[in-house]
């Protein structure tokens, strides 16, 4: 292709209106289609501004009914309205809440869900828009003409500009997903102004023996690596004064220079810092200017139900063999309510918070105890039983406060609110148990005398005692177990029906194989334990591991 004809193209492409429709604000409908500098030449393509994506994707998903942020559970009377609000108005965020409030989850998922794919020249560490050249520097680039910096702005990295220099029309480009410009930096001590700006890159230097204070010796802070993108700051407090300046000029004015470079940096970027309470109100722990440019604070919380807090533990939860796991529903809530009432309790620190992340790493080992126990011995499935639930003390974390911190504190707390959530769980499901069926319990027990629980008993077919071989003993208490077992499944399906809701893969707590006798003997423990809670109680527990009739 001529100069000349070159010529014309860039200059119609810069100048003219483009030719395409959108598919999401600065996307072509067919943009897969399009992989090199010159299909983005042709069509006249133009780039759309984060803010622009961000505002953009959410109307768009808001007029359709879509969330905007699948995952984000639990917000949505109050945190993902003043979201909504932010984004709409352009605003970079803070998000102040304690620690397990999925404060950089809402970062992760505005990335992932409300930034649009961006063309990017393959291989450029900056997100390089081969486009964002300005039109004298492009025409320079695929013409092998001097080039001319009007203007001591960054619009691409030198790689960028090699790359189109050996190229043209031909250089490949990438469309990157919004979650691919998402940067992550947690506020250490160590963290450095130059992580944030960029420095200059001695390797580089040595390497290319180019000039110290040439671009080509600059390597890109997070900033530019975020470029086009969203760059979250955790703990934004932690961050020492001196570096916390270093964002001023690009929350006020959207550009920055770093270090003696005669040189201007526009990121394009949207910041989203995150604070915890006492840090948010401690003066100095974030420096005034910095504080009022992050236009929107936003508060998060903990969940608010036992719903919600399910529904968290059986998304965030890790299991490792997940076809071979089924949880409880009553399960679940036994352990949102262990931590509810954690959280709650006068005793621990209210300043530092109970963590979500220990609902979900104690459903987490519990499932691991039920392997250990069960699984491994007798090939069943890993069903999690309230005789496995003190297994989470290794997953408990929480401070005290009001008494002295200490490991037996924190054990005796944990117990108590481990056996005031079984009691108060357990009592649902026996409730509906009439007089009739539970005085023929009573008897069962008269004759029987003791039903045995324990860990490594299954649920059924083993060589001595297991579950179901017990209960063929106690018809009435059978009766019981089965009445239970209908309203848990019934509970299952409402529970299904709300993850798929939220995209939350439900098969953990999903009817779909044989459960070999571990559903009914897990069961079997809601009721006994439902039995025992019942006032006056019908039934003791003796030792941990026999119920017997209460004298």
Request: aromatic letters at 6%; one cysteine or more.
């Amino acid at each position: 292709m001529s100069s000349r004809t070159i010529e014309e193209l860039v200059h119609r492409s810069y100048n003219s209106k483009p030719k395409y429709t959108e598919l999401m604000p600065g996307v072509p409908e067919d943009y897969k289609h399009l992989k090199t500098l010159g299909d983005l030449l042709k069509i006249n393509y133009r780039h759309v501004p984060v803010e622009q994506q961000m505002r953009g994707r959410l109307i768009a998903k808001l007029r359709s009914g879509e969330n905007p942020y699948p995952g984000i559970i639990g917000y949505d009377e109050d945190v993902v309205p003043a979201l909504n609000r932010a984004i709409l108005a352009g605003h970079d965020i803070l998000l102040i809440g304690q620690i397990g409030q999925a404060k950089t989850k809402v970062a992760e998922s505005i990335a992932k869900n409300l930034l649009c794919p961006i063309p990017v020249v393959r291989g450029t560490v900056t997100n390089d828009i081969p486009t964002s050249i300005p039109e004298d520097q492009m025409l320079a680039l695929l013409t092998d003409s001097e080039l001319n910096r009007t203007s001591p702005e960054f619009s691409v990295s030198k790689e960028c500009e090699e790359a189109i220099r050996n190229n043209k029309l031909d250089t490949k480009i990438d469309w990157i997903e919004g979650h691919d410009r998402y940067k992550y930096i947690l506020s250490t001590p160590d963290i450095s102004v130059k992580d944030l700006v960029g420095q200059i890159d001695a390797i580089k230097i040595a390497k290319k023996g180019v000039e110290l204070y040439s671009i080509d010796s600059y390597s890109a802070g997070q900033l530019l690596q975020a470029r086009h993108g969203i760059l979250c700051i955790d703990e934004l407090p932690v961050l020492d004064p001196r570096k916390q300046v270093a964002l001023l000029s690009v929350l006020q004015e959207g550009k920055f220079t770093t270090g003696a470079y005669p040189i201007v940096f526009r990121p394009d970027v949207r910041i989203i810092a995150t604070a915890n309470p006492i840090d948010y109100t401690h003066s100095g722990k974030i420096v005034e200017p910095l504080l009022d440019r992050l236009r929107s604070h936003i508060d998060t919380h903990y969940p608010k139900t036992i719903d919600d807090e399910m529904l968290i533990i059986l998304q965030e939860a890790r299991i490792m063999d997940s076809g071979n796991v089924f949880l409880p529903s009553f399960i679940l809530k036994t352990i949102a309510k262990i931590t509810q009432t954690a959280r709650a309790h006068p005793d621990v620190n209210q300043d530092k918070g109970v963590s979500v992340r220990m609902a979900i790493h104690s459903m987490e080992v519990m499932i691991g105890e039920a392997e250990r126990t069960r699984t491994m011995i007798y090939d069943v499935m890993a069903v999690p039983r309230f005789c496995d639930i003190y297994s989470i003390h290794q997953s408990s974390k929480f401070e005290l406060s009001e008494i002295e911190d200490n490991r037996q504190n924190r054990q005796n707390l944990l117990n108590s609110a481990i056996e005031n959530a079984i009691k108060e769980v357990s009592l649902q499901y026996v409730q509906k148990i009439s007089e009739d069926q539970l005085g023929k319990i009573k008897t069962e027990f008269a004759k029987n005398k003791a039903f045995q629980v324990s860990q490594t008993m299954p649920g059924k077919k083993a060589a001595g005692q297991d579950y179901e071989s017990q209960l063929s003993k106690f018809a009435a208490l059978k009766q019981a177990v089965n009445d239970v077992a209908i309203s848990v499944k019934e509970e299952h399906r409402q529970l299904v029906e709300r993850a798929k809701n939220y995209g939350i893969k439900a098969e953990s707590i999903s009817f779909t194989q044989d459960l070999d006798g571990e559903f009914t003997a897990s069961v079997a423990e809601v009721v006994l334990e439902g039995l025992r809670a019942m006032q006056p109680p019908l039934l003791d527990k003796k030792d941990n591991s026999s119920y017997e009739l209460s004298q």
